[in-house]
Protein backbone atom coordinates (compact mmCIF):
# COMPACT_ATOMS: atom_id res chain seq x y z
CA UNK A 1 0.00 0.00 0.00
CA UNK A 2 1.60 3.34 -1.35
CA UNK A 3 0.24 6.80 -0.44
CA UNK A 4 0.81 9.56 -2.85
CA UNK A 5 3.43 11.98 -2.60
CA UNK A 6 4.63 14.63 -5.13
CA UNK A 7 7.88 16.82 -5.81
CA UNK A 8 8.02 19.92 -8.22
CA UNK A 9 10.99 21.55 -9.50
CA UNK A 10 12.31 24.35 -12.26
CA UNK A 11 15.72 23.47 -14.25
CA UNK A 12 17.10 26.58 -15.26
CA UNK A 13 19.47 26.96 -18.78
CA UNK A 14 21.23 29.85 -20.93
CA UNK A 15 22.83 28.11 -23.86
CA UNK A 16 26.24 29.57 -25.87
CA UNK A 17 24.46 29.12 -29.37
CA UNK A 18 21.16 29.53 -30.94
CA UNK A 19 20.43 25.68 -30.85
CA UNK A 20 22.21 23.07 -28.36
CA UNK A 21 21.77 19.50 -26.91
CA UNK A 22 22.17 19.45 -23.07
CA UNK A 23 22.65 16.14 -21.30
CA UNK A 24 20.39 16.64 -18.53
CA UNK A 25 19.88 13.10 -16.84
CA UNK A 26 22.26 13.58 -13.61
CA UNK A 27 19.89 16.76 -12.48
CA UNK A 28 16.81 14.94 -13.11
CA UNK A 29 18.44 11.95 -11.12
CA UNK A 30 19.28 14.56 -8.82
CA UNK A 31 15.52 15.34 -8.02
CA UNK A 32 14.26 12.02 -7.78
CA UNK A 33 16.78 11.65 -4.75
CA UNK A 34 15.73 15.18 -3.41
CA UNK A 35 11.94 14.30 -3.85
CA UNK A 36 12.34 10.14 -1.71
CA UNK A 37 9.96 8.70 -3.73
CA UNK A 38 10.74 5.16 -4.71
CA UNK A 39 8.15 4.41 -7.12
CA UNK A 40 6.28 6.51 -9.77
CA UNK A 41 5.83 8.81 -12.50
CA UNK A 42 7.88 11.76 -13.51
CA UNK A 43 7.21 14.28 -16.44
CA UNK A 44 10.26 15.72 -17.31
CA UNK A 45 9.14 19.19 -20.16
CA UNK A 46 10.09 22.24 -21.51
CA UNK A 47 8.54 25.39 -19.96
CA UNK A 48 9.10 26.83 -23.44
CA UNK A 49 7.74 26.68 -26.60
CA UNK A 50 10.57 26.57 -29.00
CA UNK A 51 12.71 24.03 -26.76
CA UNK A 52 12.00 19.80 -26.49
CA UNK A 53 12.78 17.35 -23.67
CA UNK A 54 13.50 14.34 -25.36
CA UNK A 55 15.38 10.58 -25.00
CA UNK A 56 18.13 9.49 -27.29
CA UNK A 57 21.68 8.28 -27.37
CA UNK A 58 24.38 11.11 -26.13
CA UNK A 59 26.46 10.64 -28.88
CA UNK A 60 28.39 13.87 -30.72
CA UNK A 61 27.97 12.30 -34.19
CA UNK A 62 24.55 11.68 -33.95
CA UNK A 63 23.45 15.36 -32.48
CA UNK A 64 25.35 16.53 -35.67
CA UNK A 65 23.45 14.47 -37.12
CA UNK A 66 19.86 15.93 -35.69
CA UNK A 67 21.11 19.74 -36.66
CA UNK A 68 21.99 18.66 -39.65
CA UNK A 69 18.18 16.74 -40.21
CA UNK A 70 16.00 19.47 -38.32
CA UNK A 71 17.69 22.07 -40.65
CA UNK A 72 16.70 20.03 -44.00
CA UNK A 73 12.98 19.59 -42.70
CA UNK A 74 12.64 23.10 -40.49
CA UNK A 75 15.43 25.51 -41.93
CA UNK A 76 16.02 28.58 -39.62
CA UNK A 77 16.66 30.64 -42.83
CA UNK A 78 15.62 32.74 -45.13
CA UNK A 79 13.30 34.13 -42.00
CA UNK A 80 10.61 35.43 -44.48
CA UNK A 81 9.26 32.42 -45.45
CA UNK A 82 7.65 31.89 -42.11
CA UNK A 83 4.40 33.89 -41.12
CA UNK A 84 5.20 34.17 -37.54
CA UNK A 85 8.56 36.33 -38.26
CA UNK A 86 6.74 39.40 -38.79
CA UNK A 87 8.34 40.40 -35.09
CA UNK A 88 10.04 37.18 -34.23
CA UNK A 89 12.89 35.37 -35.98
CA UNK A 90 12.37 31.74 -34.53
CA UNK A 91 9.69 30.42 -36.39
CA UNK A 92 11.76 27.21 -37.62
CA UNK A 93 12.34 26.81 -33.93
CA UNK A 94 8.93 25.96 -32.71
CA UNK A 95 8.69 23.38 -35.89
CA UNK A 96 11.93 21.78 -34.49
CA UNK A 97 10.54 21.67 -31.20
CA UNK A 98 7.37 19.48 -32.29
CA UNK A 99 9.27 17.34 -34.17
CA UNK A 100 11.66 16.87 -30.91
CA UNK A 101 8.58 16.60 -28.66
CA UNK A 102 7.96 18.73 -25.40
CA UNK A 103 8.05 16.17 -22.61
CA UNK A 104 9.41 12.78 -21.50
CA UNK A 105 7.25 10.93 -19.13
CA UNK A 106 9.87 8.29 -17.66
CA UNK A 107 8.83 5.42 -14.80
CA UNK A 108 10.69 5.62 -11.20
CA UNK A 109 11.30 2.20 -9.88
CA UNK A 110 13.20 1.69 -6.85
CA UNK A 111 14.06 5.31 -6.08
CA UNK A 112 15.84 5.61 -10.05
CA UNK A 113 15.10 6.20 -13.17
CA UNK A 114 13.62 3.22 -14.67
CA UNK A 115 15.54 3.79 -18.26
CA UNK A 116 17.27 1.70 -21.13
CA UNK A 117 20.71 1.34 -21.34
CA UNK A 118 21.42 4.15 -23.48
CA UNK A 119 18.76 6.14 -22.79
CA UNK A 120 19.62 9.35 -21.90
CA UNK A 121 17.62 12.63 -20.95
CA UNK A 122 18.16 16.04 -23.19
CA UNK A 123 17.35 19.28 -23.56
CA UNK A 124 16.87 20.43 -26.84
CA UNK A 125 17.52 24.38 -27.07
CA UNK A 126 16.08 25.58 -30.77
CA UNK A 127 16.25 29.25 -29.44
CA UNK A 128 18.85 30.15 -26.60
CA UNK A 129 21.17 32.94 -25.56
CA UNK A 130 18.87 33.44 -23.22
CA UNK A 131 17.57 31.89 -20.05
CA UNK A 132 14.87 29.04 -20.21
CA UNK A 133 13.15 26.70 -18.11
CA UNK A 134 12.55 22.87 -17.86
CA UNK A 135 9.81 21.49 -15.47
CA UNK A 136 10.41 18.44 -13.22
CA UNK A 137 7.31 16.76 -11.20
CA UNK A 138 6.88 13.59 -9.78
CA UNK A 139 4.34 11.90 -8.52
CA UNK A 140 4.56 8.89 -6.62
CA UNK A 141 5.54 7.07 -3.51
CA UNK B 1 0.29 13.17 2.50
CA UNK B 2 -1.34 12.79 0.04
CA UNK B 3 -4.15 10.16 -1.09
CA UNK B 4 -5.20 9.56 -4.61
CA UNK B 5 -7.97 10.92 -6.88
CA UNK B 6 -8.90 10.65 -10.30
CA UNK B 7 -11.19 12.27 -12.94
CA UNK B 8 -12.18 11.68 -16.46
CA UNK B 9 -13.99 13.43 -19.12
CA UNK B 10 -14.33 13.52 -22.71
CA UNK B 11 -14.30 17.06 -25.05
CA UNK B 12 -16.01 16.98 -28.01
CA UNK B 13 -14.77 18.79 -31.38
CA UNK B 14 -16.63 19.17 -35.20
CA UNK B 15 -14.65 21.97 -37.31
CA UNK B 16 -15.78 23.67 -40.00
CA UNK B 17 -12.70 22.61 -42.01
CA UNK B 18 -10.30 19.89 -42.96
CA UNK B 19 -7.26 20.88 -40.65
CA UNK B 20 -7.71 23.60 -37.75
CA UNK B 21 -6.05 24.29 -34.58
CA UNK B 22 -8.20 25.23 -31.50
CA UNK B 23 -6.82 26.11 -28.24
CA UNK B 24 -8.40 23.94 -25.23
CA UNK B 25 -6.69 25.51 -22.61
CA UNK B 26 -9.48 26.76 -20.65
CA UNK B 27 -11.88 23.92 -21.28
CA UNK B 28 -8.78 21.83 -19.96
CA UNK B 29 -8.69 24.13 -16.27
CA UNK B 30 -12.00 23.88 -16.08
CA UNK B 31 -11.54 20.13 -15.95
CA UNK B 32 -8.82 20.35 -13.23
CA UNK B 33 -11.22 22.66 -11.98
CA UNK B 34 -13.97 20.65 -11.59
CA UNK B 35 -11.72 17.44 -10.35
CA UNK B 36 -10.76 19.30 -7.14
CA UNK B 37 -7.54 17.41 -7.60
CA UNK B 38 -4.45 20.06 -6.43
CA UNK B 39 -1.56 18.06 -7.26
CA UNK B 40 -1.27 15.74 -9.70
CA UNK B 41 -0.61 14.76 -13.23
CA UNK B 42 -3.23 15.66 -16.20
CA UNK B 43 -2.97 13.22 -19.25
CA UNK B 44 -4.97 15.21 -22.40
CA UNK B 45 -5.23 12.99 -25.66
CA UNK B 46 -6.66 12.38 -29.15
CA UNK B 47 -8.74 9.56 -29.09
CA UNK B 48 -8.82 9.32 -32.64
CA UNK B 49 -5.68 8.66 -34.79
CA UNK B 50 -5.86 11.49 -37.26
CA UNK B 51 -5.96 14.46 -34.90
CA UNK B 52 -3.49 15.45 -31.95
CA UNK B 53 -3.01 17.35 -28.63
CA UNK B 54 0.21 19.44 -28.42
CA UNK B 55 1.48 22.21 -26.68
CA UNK B 56 2.49 25.47 -28.67
CA UNK B 57 1.91 29.32 -28.98
CA UNK B 58 -1.34 30.70 -29.84
CA UNK B 59 -0.31 32.96 -32.69
CA UNK B 60 -2.35 32.63 -35.92
CA UNK B 61 1.34 32.95 -38.40
CA UNK B 62 2.39 30.19 -36.16
CA UNK B 63 -0.34 28.34 -37.04
CA UNK B 64 -0.07 28.88 -40.62
CA UNK B 65 3.59 27.79 -40.85
CA UNK B 66 2.49 24.61 -39.03
CA UNK B 67 -0.26 24.34 -41.92
CA UNK B 68 2.34 25.32 -44.99
CA UNK B 69 5.19 23.23 -43.15
CA UNK B 70 2.74 19.63 -42.20
CA UNK B 71 1.63 20.06 -46.00
CA UNK B 72 5.18 20.00 -47.31
CA UNK B 73 6.46 16.79 -45.39
CA UNK B 74 3.15 15.22 -45.70
CA UNK B 75 1.11 16.38 -48.29
CA UNK B 76 -2.82 15.57 -48.19
CA UNK B 77 -3.00 14.80 -52.61
CA UNK B 78 -2.42 13.37 -54.48
CA UNK B 79 -4.64 10.87 -52.41
CA UNK B 80 -3.09 8.10 -54.93
CA UNK B 81 0.71 8.50 -53.41
CA UNK B 82 -0.73 6.47 -50.02
CA UNK B 83 -1.65 3.15 -50.10
CA UNK B 84 -3.92 3.59 -46.94
CA UNK B 85 -6.27 5.62 -49.28
CA UNK B 86 -8.17 2.94 -51.06
CA UNK B 87 -11.17 3.68 -49.44
CA UNK B 88 -10.10 6.32 -47.40
CA UNK B 89 -8.37 9.80 -48.93
CA UNK B 90 -7.11 11.09 -44.86
CA UNK B 91 -3.44 9.30 -44.79
CA UNK B 92 -1.83 12.16 -44.61
CA UNK B 93 -3.72 12.74 -41.04
CA UNK B 94 -2.49 9.72 -39.40
CA UNK B 95 1.57 11.32 -40.73
CA UNK B 96 0.72 15.05 -39.71
CA UNK B 97 -0.55 13.37 -36.35
CA UNK B 98 2.82 11.93 -36.04
CA UNK B 99 4.79 14.53 -36.77
CA UNK B 100 2.30 16.73 -34.12
CA UNK B 101 2.10 14.34 -31.21
CA UNK B 102 -1.09 12.33 -30.08
CA UNK B 103 -0.93 13.69 -26.33
CA UNK B 104 0.39 15.97 -23.43
CA UNK B 105 1.05 15.50 -20.28
CA UNK B 106 1.20 18.24 -18.07
CA UNK B 107 1.74 18.92 -14.12
CA UNK B 108 -1.37 20.26 -11.79
CA UNK B 109 0.37 22.43 -8.97
CA UNK B 110 -1.48 24.05 -6.65
CA UNK B 111 -4.91 22.82 -8.49
CA UNK B 112 -3.58 25.17 -12.38
CA UNK B 113 -1.92 23.79 -15.43
CA UNK B 114 1.79 24.32 -14.15
CA UNK B 115 2.31 25.61 -17.70
CA UNK B 116 5.46 28.57 -18.82
CA UNK B 117 4.13 31.70 -20.04
CA UNK B 118 3.43 31.03 -23.55
CA UNK B 119 2.65 27.62 -23.49
CA UNK B 120 -1.34 27.00 -24.69
CA UNK B 121 -2.62 23.57 -25.23
CA UNK B 122 -4.31 22.80 -29.02
CA UNK B 123 -6.68 20.31 -30.35
CA UNK B 124 -4.62 19.97 -33.90
CA UNK B 125 -7.54 18.38 -36.01
CA UNK B 126 -6.37 17.49 -39.60
CA UNK B 127 -9.21 15.30 -40.91
CA UNK B 128 -12.15 17.46 -39.76
CA UNK B 129 -16.20 18.13 -40.35
CA UNK B 130 -17.14 15.13 -37.83
CA UNK B 131 -17.65 14.68 -34.02
CA UNK B 132 -14.51 13.70 -32.45
CA UNK B 133 -12.97 13.48 -28.84
CA UNK B 134 -10.07 14.76 -26.53
CA UNK B 135 -9.92 12.71 -23.58
CA UNK B 136 -8.90 14.70 -20.27
CA UNK B 137 -7.48 11.88 -17.33
CA UNK B 138 -6.19 13.36 -13.95
CA UNK B 139 -4.91 11.61 -11.18
CA UNK B 140 -3.76 13.23 -8.25
CA UNK B 141 -4.87 14.20 -5.00
CA UNK C 1 -10.71 7.51 -1.53
CA UNK C 2 -8.04 5.62 -3.36
CA UNK C 3 -4.27 4.44 -2.16
CA UNK C 4 -1.69 4.12 -5.23
CA UNK C 5 -0.31 1.16 -6.36
CA UNK C 6 2.34 0.38 -9.19
CA UNK C 7 3.13 -2.20 -11.19
CA UNK C 8 6.10 -2.83 -13.68
CA UNK C 9 6.72 -5.10 -16.56
CA UNK C 10 8.96 -6.23 -19.64
CA UNK C 11 8.49 -6.95 -22.84
CA UNK C 12 10.69 -8.18 -25.87
CA UNK C 13 10.60 -8.27 -29.06
CA UNK C 14 12.86 -10.03 -31.58
CA UNK C 15 12.23 -9.02 -35.52
CA UNK C 16 12.91 -10.24 -38.35
CA UNK C 17 13.16 -7.37 -40.29
CA UNK C 18 15.00 -4.01 -39.74
CA UNK C 19 11.92 -2.13 -39.35
CA UNK C 20 8.76 -3.56 -38.34
CA UNK C 21 5.13 -1.96 -36.60
CA UNK C 22 4.11 -4.80 -33.77
CA UNK C 23 0.50 -4.43 -32.56
CA UNK C 24 1.31 -4.62 -28.87
CA UNK C 25 -2.43 -3.56 -27.18
CA UNK C 26 -2.93 -6.99 -26.02
CA UNK C 27 -0.15 -7.30 -24.66
CA UNK C 28 -0.66 -3.83 -22.30
CA UNK C 29 -4.45 -5.22 -21.72
CA UNK C 30 -2.26 -8.14 -20.25
CA UNK C 31 -0.02 -6.06 -17.98
CA UNK C 32 -3.43 -4.01 -16.85
CA UNK C 33 -4.88 -7.03 -16.17
CA UNK C 34 -2.79 -8.67 -14.18
CA UNK C 35 -1.39 -5.49 -12.11
CA UNK C 36 -5.33 -5.41 -10.87
CA UNK C 37 -5.26 -1.13 -11.26
CA UNK C 38 -8.76 0.13 -12.12
CA UNK C 39 -8.35 3.67 -12.01
CA UNK C 40 -5.03 5.48 -13.38
CA UNK C 41 -2.38 6.21 -15.82
CA UNK C 42 0.18 3.51 -17.81
CA UNK C 43 3.08 4.27 -19.38
CA UNK C 44 4.38 1.80 -22.30
CA UNK C 45 8.06 3.32 -23.17
CA UNK C 46 11.26 1.57 -26.00
CA UNK C 47 13.77 0.92 -23.57
CA UNK C 48 16.11 1.63 -26.80
CA UNK C 49 16.54 4.66 -28.99
CA UNK C 50 16.01 3.29 -32.30
CA UNK C 51 12.81 2.00 -32.03
CA UNK C 52 9.32 3.32 -30.60
CA UNK C 53 5.76 3.49 -29.36
CA UNK C 54 3.21 4.83 -30.45
CA UNK C 55 -0.24 4.79 -31.46
CA UNK C 56 -2.14 5.15 -34.62
CA UNK C 57 -4.45 2.57 -36.85
CA UNK C 58 -4.12 -1.13 -37.41
CA UNK C 59 -4.13 -0.91 -41.44
CA UNK C 60 -1.23 -2.26 -43.27
CA UNK C 61 -1.70 0.04 -46.35
CA UNK C 62 -1.05 2.89 -43.65
CA UNK C 63 1.77 0.87 -42.08
CA UNK C 64 3.79 0.63 -45.81
CA UNK C 65 2.57 4.69 -46.08
CA UNK C 66 4.61 5.07 -42.92
CA UNK C 67 7.59 3.44 -43.54
CA UNK C 68 7.85 4.97 -47.19
CA UNK C 69 7.40 7.89 -45.72
CA UNK C 70 9.69 7.77 -42.85
CA UNK C 71 12.48 6.55 -45.98
CA UNK C 72 11.75 9.92 -47.28
CA UNK C 73 12.52 12.24 -44.65
CA UNK C 74 15.03 10.08 -42.52
CA UNK C 75 16.42 7.80 -45.67
CA UNK C 76 18.60 4.67 -44.19
CA UNK C 77 21.60 4.96 -47.33
CA UNK C 78 23.12 5.86 -47.96
CA UNK C 79 25.04 5.47 -44.72
CA UNK C 80 27.99 7.81 -45.13
CA UNK C 81 25.30 10.63 -45.30
CA UNK C 82 25.48 10.31 -41.04
CA UNK C 83 28.16 11.41 -38.59
CA UNK C 84 26.52 8.65 -36.10
CA UNK C 85 27.42 6.02 -38.85
CA UNK C 86 31.08 6.00 -38.27
CA UNK C 87 31.17 2.71 -36.57
CA UNK C 88 27.19 2.41 -36.85
CA UNK C 89 24.33 2.11 -39.58
CA UNK C 90 21.58 3.08 -37.47
CA UNK C 91 21.82 6.29 -37.58
CA UNK C 92 18.54 6.66 -39.40
CA UNK C 93 16.81 5.02 -36.76
CA UNK C 94 17.36 7.37 -33.87
CA UNK C 95 15.82 9.72 -36.91
CA UNK C 96 13.12 8.15 -37.12
CA UNK C 97 11.97 7.17 -33.53
CA UNK C 98 11.84 11.04 -33.02
CA UNK C 99 9.27 11.70 -35.64
CA UNK C 100 7.05 8.25 -33.95
CA UNK C 101 8.02 9.24 -30.76
CA UNK C 102 9.55 7.52 -27.87
CA UNK C 103 6.52 6.38 -25.55
CA UNK C 104 2.94 6.65 -24.85
CA UNK C 105 0.75 7.71 -21.94
CA UNK C 106 -3.06 6.15 -21.51
CA UNK C 107 -5.49 6.68 -19.11
CA UNK C 108 -6.88 3.30 -17.34
CA UNK C 109 -10.46 3.57 -16.70
CA UNK C 110 -12.74 0.53 -15.36
CA UNK C 111 -9.65 -1.20 -15.55
CA UNK C 112 -9.54 -0.94 -19.03
CA UNK C 113 -7.25 0.85 -21.70
CA UNK C 114 -9.48 4.03 -21.92
CA UNK C 115 -8.72 4.52 -25.98
CA UNK C 116 -10.77 5.77 -28.51
CA UNK C 117 -12.44 3.51 -31.40
CA UNK C 118 -9.41 2.60 -33.37
CA UNK C 119 -6.46 3.58 -31.23
CA UNK C 120 -4.14 0.29 -31.47
CA UNK C 121 -0.43 0.62 -29.60
CA UNK C 122 2.07 -0.24 -31.52
CA UNK C 123 5.71 -0.95 -31.11
CA UNK C 124 7.96 0.66 -33.76
CA UNK C 125 11.26 -1.05 -34.84
CA UNK C 126 14.05 1.03 -36.83
CA UNK C 127 16.93 -0.95 -36.39
CA UNK C 128 16.19 -4.62 -35.71
CA UNK C 129 16.92 -8.68 -36.04
CA UNK C 130 18.03 -8.87 -32.14
CA UNK C 131 16.51 -8.56 -28.79
CA UNK C 132 15.04 -4.72 -27.49
CA UNK C 133 12.33 -4.07 -24.73
CA UNK C 134 9.97 -2.24 -24.28
CA UNK C 135 9.07 -1.14 -20.75
CA UNK C 136 5.46 -1.27 -19.41
CA UNK C 137 4.75 0.99 -15.60
CA UNK C 138 1.31 1.82 -14.50
CA UNK C 139 0.34 3.82 -11.49
CA UNK C 140 -3.07 3.96 -9.77
CA UNK C 141 -5.59 1.97 -7.97
Redesign the interface.
Known amino acids: ??????Y?KELWFNTNTRRAFVNITHQVESCIHESGIK???I?I?????TASV????D????H???EV?LEK??PEKPYSQ?????GEDN?DA??K???????????I?DGKL??????QIFYGEFDGKRNK?V?V?I???
Open positions: MLVMKSREGMLNAMHIFINDESGLHDFWIAYHHNGAHLRQVMGREAVVATDLGPWERLKIGE
